[in-house]
């Protein structure tokens, strides 16, 4: 799978698990259904059916792609707005064009994230170029949704783009797993991803028969979601394939094995590993907006449609 690789894990740290670390053991698996988002890109709807209270402080993942594209047909989103929380883009393969109505934006490329806080509120469009779109071609990444608190929620939006060499990379012990640490702590590591909620988000990719231990914060939910490949998950070993997410109980570190036959179209295991520190408020939901009430829903659907958002920029993209 594309995104940041290595051709010799053994230059990178090696991960370390204290002899006395309990693994977690495995709450559920659940697959997640097919859906169309924006202007029709095929995505997985990674957290569907899950209970909110396993999640916190995520609310929604979608897996995009991964499809292979004819010339023509890449699709993107139009303008539109957030408030409430955060969204975090991850490109695994293919381009995407960012813009925001706070001057922020850019290319992200395979192993490039952008994290936007959209606090109070901001419009924004992500779409790919018009030379992808004209060539067609690769096109896999994530879109995860993270929440803030209720002090949080109306702060000042915040644009980051996070580079492909600016994430860190760890090897497991047995030098069959490549660690992407994108954001908080992992093992002593910390990813460039500034958060406002305390969070951990991390891309793994496996040799076929590999094995990862990876400490995890205490305090932090886990959860594993395989973006391509089959394997196993958790100290009970409950085995996972491509789409399907595990939510993880209590304990010290996350477990991950590949299995030593792989799909026919991949030799891998590809995993994102996520986690964070509960928020444990009320949680409010509705089209591009996340808050803890329905009043501050109304509220921000009357401040979007009053233009307290900001405006889209002159000469923007379409």
């Given at each position: 799978?594309?995104?940041v690789?290595?051709?010799?894990?053994?230059?990178?740290?090696?991960?370390e698990?204290?002899?006395?670390?309990s693994s977690?053991?495995?709450?559920?698996?659940?697959?997640a259904?097919?859906?169309v988002e924006?202007?029709?890109?095929?995505?997985?709807?990674?957290?569907a059916?899950?209970?909110?209270?396993?999640?916190?402080?995520?609310?929604?993942?979608?897996?995009?792609?991964?499809?292979?594209?004819?010339?023509?047909e890449?699709?993107?989103?139009?303008?539109?707005?957030?408030?409430?929380?955060e969204?975090?883009?991850?490109m695994?393969?293919?381009t995407?064009?960012?813009?925001?109505?706070?001057?922020?934006?850019?290319?992200?490329?395979?192993?490039?994230?952008?994290?936007?806080?959209?606090?109070?509120?901001?419009?924004?469009i992500?779409r790919?170029?018009d030379d992808?779109?004209?060539?067609?071609?690769?096109?896999?990444g994530?879109?995860?949704w993270?929440?803030?608190?209720?002090r949080?929620?109306?702060?000042?939006p915040?644009?980051?783009?996070?580079g492909?060499?600016?994430?860190?990379?760890?090897?497991?012990?047995d030098?069959?797993?490549?660690v992407?640490?994108?954001?908080?702590?992992?093992?002593?590591?910390?990813?460039?991803?500034?958060?406002?909620?305390?969070?951990?988000?991390?891309?793994?990719?496996?040799a076929?028969?590999?094995?990862?231990?990876?400490?995890w914060p205490?305090?932090?939910?886990?959860?594993?979601?395989?973006?391509?490949?089959?394997?196993?998950?958790?100290?009970?070993?409950?085995?996972?394939r491509?789409?399907?997410?595990?939510v993880?109980?209590?304990?010290?570190?996350?477990?991950?094995?590949?299995d030593?036959?792989q799909?026919?179209?991949t030799?891998?295991?590809?995993?994102?590993?996520?986690?964070?520190?509960?928020?444990?408020?009320?949680?409010?939901a509705?089209?591009?907006?996340?808050?803890?009430?329905?009043?501050?829903?109304?509220?921000?659907?009357?401040?979007?449609?009053?233009?307290?958002?900001g405006?889209v920029?002159?000469?923007?993209?379409?």
């Amino acid at each position: 799978m594309p995104a940041v690789s290595a051709d010799d894990l053994l230059t990178f740290a090696k991960i370390e698990v204290p002899t006395s670390a309990s693994s977690r053991p495995v709450l559920s698996v659940s697959t997640a259904p097919a859906g169309v988002e924006g202007e029709g890109f095929p995505v997985r709807r990674a957290f569907a059916g899950v209970p909110s209270s396993q999640l916190d402080p995520f609310v929604h993942m979608d897996q995009m792609g991964e499809v292979e594209y004819a010339p023509g047909e890449p699709r993107g989103t139009p303008w539109h707005p957030h408030r409430g929380f955060e969204t975090v883009t991850y490109m695994i393969a293919g381009t995407f064009q960012h813009q925001d109505s706070i001057g922020g934006g850019g290319l992200i490329t395979g192993g490039d994230t952008q994290w936007m806080t959209a606090g109070g509120g901001i419009l924004h469009i992500e779409r790919p170029p018009d030379d992808l779109v004209a060539s067609g071609g690769l096109f896999h990444g994530i879109q995860l949704w993270v929440n803030l608190p209720a002090r949080d929620k109306l702060i000042a939006p915040r644009y980051q783009d996070i580079g492909r060499r600016q994430i860190v990379r760890l090897a497991s012990a047995d030098g069959g797993a490549l660690v992407r640490v994108i954001a908080g702590q992992v093992a002593g590591h910390n990813g460039p991803g500034v958060t406002h909620t305390p969070i951990a988000l991390v891309h793994v990719t496996m040799a076929a028969g590999a094995r990862l231990e990876l400490p995890w914060p205490p305090d932090f939910n886990g959860l594993v979601y395989v973006l391509g490949g089959q394997g196993s998950v958790g100290s009970d070993a409950a085995p996972v394939r491509t789409g399907q997410l595990a939510v993880l109980g209590r304990g010290d570190t996350i477990l991950v094995a590949a299995d030593q036959h792989q799909e026919v179209r991949t030799s891998s295991l590809d995993v994102l590993v996520l986690g964070g520190q509960p928020i444990g408020e009320p949680v409010v939901a509705y089209g591009p907006f996340v808050m803890n009430t329905k009043a501050e829903i109304a509220q921000a659907f009357e401040d979007y449609q009053q233009g307290r958002f900001g405006s889209v920029p002159a000469g923007s993209l379409t």
